[in-house]
């Protein structure tokens, strides 16, 4: 039996569904490990592998235990690391973040130096190493903050060019200051450095999914929000011109942030503009999979290769992501 569409009467779906084979000839598409960039968090010390709380599985590691971790995530079948760095201490000008031998250069450099062939990105933002927690150079405003959009972007290009220095693969500002990409751009060039890609977090919204995750870096704002930079979940619009701006002063890979509750803004960003695609899928979008999963109340495996399967359809070239190494795991089962 075959349902008539009216329009198509001789199309008939369920022709190609009838086998495993006939259903892979005809899909359109699919995940492969090497689509996949994992997420880790370095800090400090020796022999450091502090778990994250509200992110089982995931963990804050001093740079031995990285290594053994991105061992393992080689092993796995991921190329891919994007690093968050746990300073030791932080100040109103997030010195840490751009300090030659600060906690992500020097990660960098270690890692590089194991695992050559590995693709090293670093998160550029200052959140992490600012005494406030803001992304940027701010000035308390009533209850919220607002951010010095123009004199925080110095600190950005510094920053990307010493990660760049230290051997990165990839830079990704994440702060959401307007005409970071083009500051970062030149601060790269002109150290020589014309040849290391801006991954930009084009479209990054202001959004409750970012929570566990400032606990895993320890970089919740101390007032205030992050509404004064990042985005407004209402706008599609709005993030696409964000995007163009981004295109415009130099980014090489648009990212969209989070994944799965914006993937209509995944397809018009890859539809729009055909640049590589990446969807972070963030850590609340992480953390609900995973509590549901230890209540027994969802099959974690069939809901994570589903929903990033989703990311891709909507567009995503790369998918960022704290389940990287199961998802290539499982691909290889
Ligand atoms: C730093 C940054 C954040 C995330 C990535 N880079 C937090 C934020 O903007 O508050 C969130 C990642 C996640 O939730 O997994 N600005």
Same mark, same amino acid.
């Given at each position: 039996? !075959?349902?008539?569409?009216?329009?198509?009467?001789?199309?008939?779906?369920?022709?190609?569904?009838?086998?495993?084979?006939?259903?892979?000839?005809?899909?359109?598409?699919?995940?492969?490990?090497?689509?996949?960039?994992?997420?880790?968090?370095?800090?400090?010390?020796?022999?450091?592998?502090?778990?994250?709380?509200?992110?089982?599985?995931?963990?804050?590691? !001093?740079?031995?235990?990285?290594?053994?971790?991105?061992?393992?995530?080689?092993?796995?079948?991921?190329?891919?690391?994007?690093?968050?760095?746990?300073?030791?201490?932080?100040?109103?000008?997030?010195?840490?973040?751009?300090?030659?031998?600060?906690?992500?250069?020097?990660?960098?450099?270690?890692?590089?130096?194991?695992?050559?062939?590995?693709? #090293?990105?670093?998160?550029?933002?200052?959140?992490?190493?600012? !005494?406030?927690?803001?992304?940027?150079?701010?000035?308390?405003?009533?209850?919220?903050?607002?951010?010095?959009?123009?004199?925080?972007?110095?600190?950005?290009?510094?920053?990307?060019?010493?990660?760049?220095? @230290?051997? @990165?693969?990839?830079?990704?500002?994440?702060?959401?200051?307007?005409?970071?990409?083009?500051?970062?751009?030149?601060?790269?060039?002109?150290?020589?450095?014309?040849?290391?890609?801006?991954?930009?977090?084009? #479209?990054?919204?202001?959004?409750?999914?970012?929570?566990?995750?400032?606990?895993? @870096?320890?970089?919740?704002?101390?007032?205030?929000?992050?509404? !004064?930079?990042?985005?407004?979940?209402?706008?599609?619009?709005?993030?696409?011109?964000?995007?163009?701006?981004?295109?415009?002063?130099?980014?090489?890979?648009?990212? #969209?942030?989070?994944?799965?509750?914006?993937?209509?803004?995944?397809?018009?960003?890859?539809?729009?503009?055909?640049?590589?695609?990446?969807?972070?899928?963030?850590?609340?979008?992480?953390?609900?999979?995973?509590?549901?999963?230890?209540?027994?109340?969802?099959?974690?495996?069939?809901?994570?290769?589903?929903?990033?399967?989703?990311?891709?359809?909507?567009?995503?070239?790369?998918?960022?992501?704290?389940? @990287?190494?199961?998802?290539?795991?499982?691909?290889?089962?």
């Amino acid at each position: 039996m !075959s349902i008539s569409t009216g329009k198509f009467p001789e199309y008939r779906p369920r022709r190609l569904r009838g086998s495993v084979a006939l259903r892979a000839l005809v899909r359109e598409n699919e995940l492969n490990a090497r689509q996949l960039i994992l997420p880790l968090f370095v800090r400090g010390g020796r022999n450091v592998r502090q778990a994250i709380g509200s992110m089982p599985g995931c963990f804050q590691l !001093s740079i031995d235990q990285l290594i053994k971790e991105v061992a393992s995530t080689i092993e796995a079948g991921v190329g891919a690391v994007l690093l968050f760095g746990i300073p030791e201490a932080k100040d109103e000008k997030a010195s840490g973040a751009y300090a030659a031998n600060g906690i992500v250069q020097k990660a960098v450099r270690a890692l590089k130096k194991e695992f050559p062939e590995l693709l #090293v990105v670093t998160d550029v933002c200052l959140c992490e190493y600012m !005494s406030h927690g803001h992304c940027g150079l701010v000035h308390a405003h009533g209850s919220g903050a607002i951010v010095k959009n123009d004199p925080t972007l110095k600190l950005l290009a510094r920053t990307a060019a010493s990660h760049a220095e @230290a051997g @990165a693969d990839i830079v990704a500002p994440s702060d959401m200051m307007d005409g970071r990409v083009r500051a970062i751009r030149e601060e790269l060039d002109r150290r020589g450095l014309d040849q290391v890609p801006i991954m930009s977090y084009a #479209v990054k919204f202001a959004s409750a999914f970012y929570g566990p995750f400032r606990e895993a @870096a320890e970089s919740a704002p101390k007032f205030g929000d992050r509404r !004064s930079y990042q985005m407004d979940a209402a706008n599609g619009n709005e993030a696409m011109r964000e995007a163009a701006l981004d295109v415009a002063e130099g980014a090489d890979i648009l990212m #969209v942030k989070p994944a799965l509750a914006y993937l209509d803004l995944i397809y018009r960003v890859k539809t729009e503009f055909g640049y590589p695609t990446a969807a972070y899928a963030v850590s609340a979008e992480y953390s609900m999979i995973k509590a549901a999963a230890e209540k027994g109340w969802i099959d974690e495996k069939a809901i994570v290769l589903e929903s990033h399967l989703a990311m891709r359809r909507a567009g995503a070239d790369i998918l960022i992501t704290y389940w @990287a190494r199961e998802i290539a795991r499982w691909l290889r089962e």
